[in-house]
């Protein structure tokens, strides 16, 4: 279990306390800087968003081909709710995706996800990631992390995520270079109305 369910954070895994609290430290800053920068939507591009929870970054891609899988049947079922009319939402653990089921797409976002799951959780995503993107696709990923350059504030904040497997920057992007060549990492310490350090990278399948 790489994520915490207990105490203050169970209140977490009802779906609209997720997203009043997302809302309420301006998480929506965070989904348009991945979409603006990483994922780049364009009509019809075929989008794996793992560990989509609620399901809210949809609203951020109109156009494209969505589907998005979470462990939590609750937030699956609210994402089916609210944007089922917009994409596919099913409920599956990182460590059952299958390469033979997901076929092809363009683009695999791991939002805030990658510091939930152990390393050989993590491995299997970038594996299947790898075996599933076309030629000239991405994966794209946005974490909590821990540098040294963060404010105490920023470590505190982020100490008391649910996710149990902050990394730093360079051993994120170690994980992604296992399966990936081309890792492109960037990190932010201004997204949030919190103090709160991300990771972002970019995984990129060459163009053949
Ligand atoms: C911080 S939330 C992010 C949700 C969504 N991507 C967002 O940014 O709003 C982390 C999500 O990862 C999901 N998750 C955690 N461990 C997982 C696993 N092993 N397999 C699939 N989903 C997982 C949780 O249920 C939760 O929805």
């Known amino acids: 279990m790489a994520q915490t369910t207990r105490g203050l954070h169970a209140v977490l895994s009802v779906p609209a306390v997720y997203e009043a609290f997302q809302q309420a430290v301006g998480s929506s800053r965070v989904r348009k800087e991945l979409v603006a920068q990483y994922v780049k939507p364009t009509p019809g591009l075929r989008v794996l968003d793992v560990g989509c929870g609620p399901g809210d970054l949809i609203e951020h ?8 899988t979470d462990l939590s049947a609750a937030y699956v079922a609210s994402a089916r709710r609210r944007f089922g009319h917009l994409g596919r939402f099913y409920v599956g653990r990182v460590q059952d995706l299958d390469s033979g089921e997901i076929g092809e797409v363009d683009v695999i976002i791991a939002k805030s996800l990658l510091h939930h799951i152990d390393e050989d959780e993590a ?3 970038f594996e299947v990631a790898s075996n599933t993107l076309a030629n000239g696709g991405r994966l794209v ?3 909590a992390a821990y540098t040294s350059d963060m404010s105490p504030a920023a470590r505190f904040v982020v100490s008391r995520d649910r996710g149990q497997s902050i990394r730093a920057p360079e051993d994120y992007e170690a994980l992604a270079r296992r399966a990936f060549g081309d890792v492109e990492v960037a990190v932010r310490h201004d997204l949030l109305r919190i103090p709160y350090t991300h990771v972002f990278m970019s995984c990129s399948k060459p163009l053949r």
């Open 61 to 68: 891609l109109p156009g494209v081909r969505y589907t998005g």
């Open 123 to 125: 491995m299997h995503l």
């Open 141 to 143: 990923t946005v974490d």
